[in-house]
């Protein structure tokens, strides 16, 4: 077991590497420098700078070397100092603004992956034991209906439902009078209130997804000759349904759970823009509109880096719950 | 080997009726039709003896024997009686309980225990082998894990598996085929069961892991003194293991009589036809052997007729193809359904 | 092999054989086809897909007004009501709309548009309208239909500077519609290659691959589809920038479809045929274009009618934000772009109307994917 990690953390070594080099092309990628954009921005505060200015901000920085100096530069001010550059949006390092936005971009994200597998675990069980019910047709047409819709206009939707009925449209994370106040107790109820529609809007496509991942293995599992030894045995049908199908139908299940971190950030960096949530989806997109590279850069890495993070935990934790796996590395 | 079990401990009710299945039926509805799986079938098992119930893939004798137990699955209507000899009431009809009440799950692996074809995936592949069959006896023997861990050790003990303590936390995978099925013998008669059905115990198996199976079953039911439902469609395992053998054919049993007299005074056209498709050891070199012509029909609303007519040799046109065949008694014991016989029939007074 | 009889007492015995005849000698693409025509859905879908597409080719001729055309006259109008019988209960055949003119809502004061019963404009086909080339090859004015100017037909209302929704979304349908065919056409070719290569030889250059599938996959789609397209520089010909935005989605796209190819190769691989064909002495090439590629290329089109679903909602979202189709292009991701503001939805619903349009083809892909699916396995009940 411990070897199967050690050997899964090392091969994790080289994506993260490659991660990198894809965010510097990135960071490279639009026309102009960091030099131009800076220079750029000094016109526009009213003091002008000479090309001369320019060239010897250029070799400070290391620009006018080849690119994989650079890199070399780019990469190793993060691993020494931490130095992700400088954002002109926010005219601090990049490192002060990711801090600032990313404890709640987590809290959003784990709260919504929590939501997913709540919710869509158990009705794919339930869906699966009642395959062809009622019940069974109005949650595929559900999930149906969540695939389809792009999740940032149900976000509109429900903030339009919830100013109709609430007179309140919950945009953002915290309403006005909690969005400097210390933390409380009030101010938590506040945020739990303004997370239902990020939560659901940005859930929904993959849970949709689970459920029916969830159901479809849970039908297979049900069909398997182990469920009828297990009712031959004398067990009762609840007993039967969570420790044999169920057990079973979840392996896969929490294999996808590293990749589902990615498709969260997809559904909250748009969500977050049209909800005004402060994470990191407006903070990207502002970003980006002004070629504010490195701090647009920063931000996928950190979401590459911890996507690579969750599929290395579920990989981890799906090799120790498959027997299979686990007892391939016990010594005899 | 020798037919060993007629001489197994004749103690105390040995040869009394312990299961009588009667009349049992089993329709399934299909997108074409309904499928009479399971059309009318009759037989009782008694103590310490072995039954066997033999026919081609599809004939229902799997079905027939799940239904005892009541876990077919529910697109399965099933009717008939199927009578227990319980000792608190020994008039008790299985099919009448409730199949997911407790009733019923109280004589599951407890009275009436089963072994299934495929050992690889009866077990689940999730939990060591110990888990499951310790499962087994904390739900009807014993609440106490320390105990219930000993009765199955030693259980795995009976069944020839040595090093029991590391086997007993070993999971499925880890185990060969022969191995396999051992350990769903240990688990099954860990209860002590009165009935164990068998579904083609030994298909799966290479043949000489069969014949090591077989024998410990038989050396289990001279310990236990346990009947047996064998379920099979190989002739050659009916002869070693049975007292008495039924013959399916198309959700009907086409004849039925002890194991010597199938054997050397088959009537059924089918049950013949059977008999010349088995190998023999000692016979004449030049004699081929013979095949069945044609397929099993699907019984899918099949009109009232021999469902051998198809394929049968000796068929009466306007006969056997124009009714419901009857019973026949050849002799008390045996019976068989085909027109090509006069005899007492059922319903008769003997 | 030998026909299963069937007892029947009914009659349909014969055409019931017939059929049962019919399945055993079909070729695989055969069952395929009588498979999926069994699954009602997909084939619902399939019409309505159809009819999209032909839509959108035909898009100049049938939207009335062109993509440049407003009226400032007309800017938020809500959509006209086809009409049959006029306000003094008279019967028209030839259907007609009331003109719209503005006036004031009683209760908020805002401005609203209501129907003049004086002006009444008869629906009429064939109308002479703005020039455009029909199907890129000749010049003509003619419109499927319309209204006699100066009337005006707005069937889904109007947008913030007067433009025809209906028209727009049925001109937008060209590049909502097109750029996920065309992107995962790309991943298709990209995906069948490399991940036919990486299951074919496995080995190190299967590691290789899975890594840098692995790595792009690491990356949150949309986030990275937004950095790219922040390298797309601005004022560039239409072609241009639908090019960039096709090469950007298929650039994630394709690693989805490499791994089914390259499961799918690997399985086939040992398949007992394959190894057959192997030992008696096919070569390579003739070993995957007769049996390998046969085996799998069902599931790769299942794979990729599921991947065109993700395109089109990427589409969507990323012109919403203003990185991929910009003006003066249109797709439904920018007719949506006013459907942004809360308020616009609430005074002026009709502006989520292309939202019906994206969920109608996301699903109708869809259920065309999931009839797919299970035709493509004919022998799996």
Redesign the interface.
Known sequence: MLQYSIKRIL?AI??VV??SF?VFY?IQ???GDYVSSYSAQMTAAGEVMTQEDMDQMRANLGLDRPVYEQYAIWIKKIVLHGDFGFSFNYNKPVLDVVKQYMGLTLVVSLVTMAFQYLVAIPIGIYTAVKQYSAEDYFFSGIS??G????N??LA??L??LS??WFGD?LLGLFSNEYVNAPWSMAKLMDLLKHLVIPVIVIGLASTADLIRVMRGQMLDELN???V??????????AKILF??PT??AL?PIVSTFG?SL??????S??TA??LNLPIQGPV??KA??G?D?YL??S??LF??LL??LG?LISDILLAWLD??IR?EFRGN | MTTQTVQAAQTGKDGQPLLSVQDLKIRIKMDNGTMHAVDGVDFVIKRGQTLGLVGESGCGKSLTSRAIIGINPKECETTGKIVYDDESDSDLDLLALDPKGKRIRSIRGRKIAMIFQEPMTAFSPMYTIGNQIVEAIRTHRTKNKKEAKKIALEMLGKVGISDQEKRFDQYPHEFSGGMRQRAMISMALSCNPELLIADEPTTALDVTIQAQVLELMQALQREFGMAILLVTHDLGIIAEMCDEVAVMYLGKIVEQAPVKELFYNPKHPYTKGLMKSMPRLGGEKSVRLESIEGSVPMPIDMPPMCGFYDRCKDRIEGVCNARAVPKTYISDQHTVRCFLYTGRQEGEPS | MRTIPVFRRTRTQTAKSAAAKDIQISSQWRLIYLKFKRHKLARISMYVLGFLYLVALFAQFIAPYGLQSYDSKYVNASPMTIRFIDSEGKFHLRPFVYELKSARDPETMRKIFVADPEKRYSLQFFVKGEEYKFLGMFSTTRHLFGVEEPGRLFLLGTDAMGRDMFSRIVLGSQISLSIPLVGVGISFVLGLIIGGISGYFGGWIDSIIQRIIEIIRSFPTLPLWMALSAAIPPRIPIVTMYLYIVIIFAFIGWTDLARVVRGKFISLKNEDYVVAAKIAGVGNTKIIVKHLLPGFLSYLVVATTLAIPNMILGETAMSFLGLGIRSPATSWGVLLQEAQKIENVALYPWKLIPLAFVVLTVLAYNFLGDGLRDAADPYKK
């Open positions: 091969m080289p994506v490659f991660i894809i990135i990628l639009p026309p149906f209906l695939m389809a819709t792009p940032f206009l509109i939707i903030m339009y100013y109709t449209p398997k000759p182990n009828v030894t297990a009712r031959s045995k004398g067990l009762s049908e420790k044999y057990r079973a392996n990749w990615s498709s969260i950030f997809t559904g960096t748009i823009i049209v990207m997109y980006l509109l070629q590279m647009a850069g931000w996928l979401m590459a996507t690579v599929t027997p299979k007892t």
